[in-house]
């Protein structure tokens, strides 16, 4: 692994079902970052995390959970999908709150 | 409220150069972002500017002037992968980034 990595790379999930977005990092970064990035809209962020054991809430936190249980993952689940949960969500990380922020090739999530 | 405008799509010819303007209006500021997205990718780091003036990565520039809430994103010699959308963020007082939406830069030969 070099970077950051997501799965899946896209889905097709029926409204009321659970998913859940896996984020892994080998970088050793502090912090990690939900983002949702809809037409028009730009960058969104959902929940974030300063380091490990931490997190918390962005913009747009409704109808999303995150947990950090280690310095690596940071998983992004939505309990009861609903159709405007429809977006390509991208996950990120940085070294400290403060630094530049890269980015994982993103998942494209389709609620029907 | 917090707020970061940028134009929402420009046009450029090969060759060119091209300057693609950042304002934003944000409780506090710790410093401004470029980033360029392809189509279907993730965004990539371009440039971070913390202080006023010009910084000069290669064809790539970035200035920023905090007194105006300004910065913009100067390419040169623009070539046909340039085509991107260009994001404007900044960094405010509770060091979350805030995004512009994104200037989409069309490249024609």
């Given at each position: 692994i070099a970077g950051i990595t997501q799965a899946p790379t896209s889905q097709i999930l029926a409204a009321g079902r659970r998913m859940t977005l896996r984020c892994t990092q080998d970088?050793?970064?502090n912090a990690m970052y939900w983002y949702r990035q809809d037409l028009g809209l730009g960058l969104r962020l959902i929940h974030y995390s300063n380091t490990a054991g931490t997190t918390g809430k962005g913009e747009v936190p409704d109808g999303y959970s995150v947990s950090r249980a280690n310095t690596d993952d940071f998983p992004l689940t939505l309990a009861s999908a609903v159709p405007s949960q429809t977006s390509v969500y991208f996950c990120a990380s940085s070294e400290t709150a403060t630094d530049t922020q890269y980015f994982g090739p993103g998942t494209r999530l389709t609620v029907l | 409220g917090q707020n970061i405008d940028q134009p929402t799509e420009m046009t450029a010819t090969e060759g060119a150069i091209v300057q693609i303007n950042c304002t934003y209006q944000t409780s506090g500021f710790n410093g401004l972002f470029w980033y360029q997205q392809h189509a279907g990718e993730a965004p990539t780091f371009l440039s971070y500017n913390v202080l006023d003036g010009l910084e000069e990565k290669g064809r790539f520039s970035s200035f920023l002037s905090r007194s105006k809430g300004y910065s913009y994103l100067l390419l040169k010699e623009?070539?046909?992968?340039?085509?991107a959308s260009y994001l404007c963020a900044v960094t405010d007082s509770n060091y979350q980034l805030i995004w512009g939406a994104g200037t989409k830069l069309i490249i024609k030969p």
């Open positions: 970088m050793r970064h | 623009l070539q046909m992968k340039d085509s």
